[in-house]
């Protein structure tokens, strides 16, 4: 079993950054990827990006192409977004995932991001 926490989320102007964090225990070796999701008030949760525990390939959204950069510390089992350039459209509660052999399955509790105009 895995655990995550994720940390850094708060209330930040249009055009601010903020960085959040995902610290993974636990029988992380049977995670293949971390990843992001969203899930704005009303909405689904959406995948916003992903990156592989071993080479460190990324996936993101297109919605936050070129304005999110998704990290990792492998020493640390930590697994880092930051957000730039933010739009209030990017207001949502973040989690972290870890994709297990059998697809996502490790969730994280989420922080929630608000972006004000």
């Known amino acids: 079993q895995v655990q995550l926490v994720e940390s850094g989320g708060g209330l930040v102007q249009a055009g601010g950054s903020l960085r959040l964090s995902c610290a993974a225990s636990?029988?992380?070796?049977?995670?293949?990827?971390m990843g992001w999701f969203r899930r704005a008030p009303g909405k689904e949760r959406l995948f916003v990006a992903s990156i592989t525990w071993g080479g460190g390939s990324t996936l993101y959204a297109a919605s936050v192409k070129a304005r999110f950069t998704i990290s990792k510390d492998n020493a640390k089992n930590t697994v880092y977004l930051q957000m730039n350039s933010l739009k209030p459209e990017d207001t949502a509660i973040y989690y972290c995932?870890?994709?297990?052999?059998?697809?996502?399955?490790?969730w994280g509790q989420g922080t929630q991001v608000t972006v004000s105009s």
């Open positions: 636990g029988r992380t070796s049977n995670v293949y990827r």
């Open positions: 995932a870890g994709e297990l052999p059998s697809g996502w399955g490790s």
